[in-house]
């Protein structure tokens, strides 16, 4: 693909990001939708129902665990694929 | 109109930067200069939502044990997308240790990581 | 080819520097839960420490450190613990991963049992992550031929 074709995709493509932005909401507003739901339930009970002061800890550990159980076998899975590609027997 | 413009400025850096990482991945010809690309592409988009979970007068979220009873939330930033980008900073090293293994293979078998080249060479 | 540098001030920095980033590291592992830190920061430490034992000196002189088939365990060894714990309580009718039924085997509250279980599953994640991040530097530097490029010396 010539450059010139590239670079007008990419134009296109980052003026209907600009577009978005409109819609997004303001940098540091504690109503946010990404900040109601969830997360004040989180902050607040995370002291009394597990002695950890984190909050981020407690999260990825506690409330959060099969999450990160997931993604440390998706990185022993990236080490194996590599040992098995890559080394090989004599 | 300058109010708009100030108040979103962060969107837009995450946009330029998701711009330049798309137009590397397409518009170059060596495969090297592709995957540092899409590495570019992967963590603006992280860096985006991280943004997302600050709060204005807010601080780390780390809670003080002494005040035990009156905590609010509106004293903390959201630590729910740190989490989850903590998960994908993971996945990203994987997905990058991993294509870097598929182009040593391809220089091994081709000689070469220009593009066209392999192009070339695939269709004989 | 893997060379090696002969430059006296590097080797002698990284030989002061690499047992100070190891206990650096079990710091921030150990501090995960009471300040920003936990099982991922203190792998990839760990794992950077080790790097540059082999960046600064000869390949072999990490591989003396830490052999290959030590390091392979223990990729596998912290899913291992991290599972493990999640299926201890199967054992007193909990849910997986339900770290408050641990008080029936550690002498605590369920509430401090909490504490507990999430301390040993960040040292699960911590020995994967180190282990993985050595494998994948020693693949990639060697091209997979580990024996070829430790025998040839210049």
């Known amino acids: 693909m010539n450059k010139i074709a590239a670079l007008v995709v990419t134009l296109m493509v980052g ?43 407690s999260v990825l550990a506690d409330y959060r665990g099969y999450d990160t159980m997931f993604e440390t076998s998706v990185i022993f899975t990236a080490g194996i694929a590599v040992m098995m590609l890559l080394r090989r027997s004599r | 109109m300058t109010e708009f413009l100030i108040s979103k400025y962060n969107y837009w850096i995450y946009v330029i930067l998701i711009m330049i990482g798309f137009y590397g991945m397409m518009a170059k010809n060596n495969l090297m200069k592709k995957l540092i690309g899409m590495n570019i592409f992967q963590w603006s988009i992280i860096l985006f939502y991280i943004s997302i979970g600050s709060k204005k007068g807010g601080t780390v979220p780390v809670i003080d044990p ?24 993971v996945v990203g090293v994987a997905t990058t240790g991993i294509a870097l293994t598929l182009l040593i293979l391809v220089y091994r078998k081709y000689g070469t990581l220009e593009e066209d080249e392999i192009l070339e060479a695939l269709k004989k | ?33 009471g300040s920003p830190g936990g099982g991922f920061q203190g792998g990839c430490i ?10 600064a000196f ?68 911590q020995i994967t992550v180190m ?7 020693l693949d990639l530097v060697t091209a997979g031929k580990h024996e070829e490029m430790l025998e040839e010396e210049e």
């Open chain 3, 131 to 137: 282990a993985v991040m050595f494998s994948i530097f």
């Open chain 2, 66 to 89: 002494s005040l035990h009873p009156a905590i609010r939330a509106i004293d903390y930033i959201n630590p729910l997308p740190h989490v989850l980008m903590l998960t994908a900073i």
């Open chain 3, 1 to 33: 080819m893997v060379r090696v540098l002969d430059d006296v001030v590097i080797r002698t920095v990284s030989r002061i520097l690499v047992p100070f980033m190891q206990i650096y590291s079990l710091y921030v592992f150990v501090h995960g839960h």
């Open chain 3, 46 to 55: 760990m794992a950077a420490s080790f790097i540059l034992l082999a960046v």
């Open chain 1, 15 to 57: 003026g209907f990001l600009f577009y978005s932005t409109a819609s997004f909401p303001k940098w540091g507003d504690p109503n946010q939708p990404a900040s109601i739901h969830v997360s004040p339930r989180y902050i607040e009970k995370t002291l009394a129902e597990t002695k950890v002061p984190n909050a981020v800890t």
């Open chain 3, 58 to 125: 000869d390949l072999r002189e990490a591989k003396k450190r830490i052999k290959e088939r030590t390091n392979a365990i223990f990729c596998a060894l912290g899913v291992f613990i991290y599972a493990g714990t999640g299926y201890l309580s199967f054992l007193y009718s909990g849910n997986f991963l339900d770290y408050g039924k641990l008080s029936n085997l550690l002498p605590t509250d369920p509430v401090k049992a909490r504490y507990y279980g999430m301390a040993m599953i960040e040292l699960g994640v």
